[in-house]
């Protein structure tokens, strides 16, 4: 099997690195990879996590023609979705800390993972015209984000924020990010792991366990969201064969095959 999350360790704490090229798109194995890495690490008694990118993509968010690939195989394409959904659960529902550093592009997948993190560090662009950006763009592909990850949105930007975002499938420059909350700190791109590494050593100073059940409590409603009932995960996948989300998917893997 090809390893597409690198691990580094900084002391107790642990980087997840995806390192899928070229944008960590969002496939089966990396879903389930990442899975079985966060797994791994709270069963090695690893203190707190980071989970980064590379210097230009956090991840680029599901991979499209990887799906598509699927056809009409509603078996496959529930079972790459499946594996998306647990990676999102893994890591909402994680014993310990993480904290998302987003070295680049956030869209729609890499959003949906980054607001599942206790803390979000974004990288600045070295061009002021071409900032990276974050969001949940799935309208503009043709999808419709589940109530349990639009709870997600509204529980970093507040409920109208949120269903602007959503409607109008925004992605948000890293800059106006951090003014409404959807990202908690910028930092030069060369930075970003290492301030997310320095965020989660001093949270570890803390009490251990009144931390963590402090933390627990406080993200109750997270967990609340992703419960299947709030994904309906089998009218996402009806969902997606109809002709209008068709024809937009396919449209974005015409572009991303251009690329």
């Known amino acids: 099997m ?155 930007v507040g409920v109208h924020r949120a269903g602007i975002l959503l409607t109008t499938a925004a992605m948000v420059p890293a800059e106006q990010a951090l003014q409404i909350g959807l990202v908690d700190e910028l930092a030069d791109g060369d930075l970003v792991v290492a301030r997310a590494v320095a965020w989660l050593q001093r949270l570890l100073t803390m009490p251990r366990q009144p931390m963590l059940l402090t933390r627990a409590i406080a993200r109750q409603d997270l967990h609340d969201a992703l419960h299947p009932d709030l994904i309906r995960l089998d009218r996402f996948v009806e969902a997606w064969y109809a002709p209008d989300a068709q024809q937009a998917l396919q449209a974005l893997a015409a572009r991303l095959g251009k690329g």
């Open 2 to 156: 090809t390893t597409l999350i690198e691990v580094y360790n900084h002391g107790p704490i642990r980087e997840l690195r995806l390192a899928r090229p070229p944008v960590n798109a969002l496939d089966t194995d990396l879903c389930r990879q990442l899975i079985h890495a966060v797994e791994q690490a709270m069963a090695e008694d690893v203190h707190g996590l980071v989970l980064s990118g590379n210097e230009r993509v956090f991840t680029g968010g599901m991979d499209v023609p990887h799906l598509l690939s699927h056809g009409d195989d509603q078996h496959a394409l529930l079972d790459s979705w499946n594996a998306f959904f647990g990676a999102v659960r893994t890591l909402a529902e994680s014993r310990i800390p993480v904290v998302a550093a987003l070295t680049g592009h956030a869209p729609a997948g890499g959003c949906v993972l980054a607001l599942c993190c206790d803390y979000r560090v974004m990288a600045r662009s070295t061009d002021p015209a071409q900032p990276f950006a974050i969001g949940l763009n799935e309208v503009q592909v043709g999808l419709v984000a589940p109530e349990g990850i639009q709870r997600l949105l509204r529980r970093a």
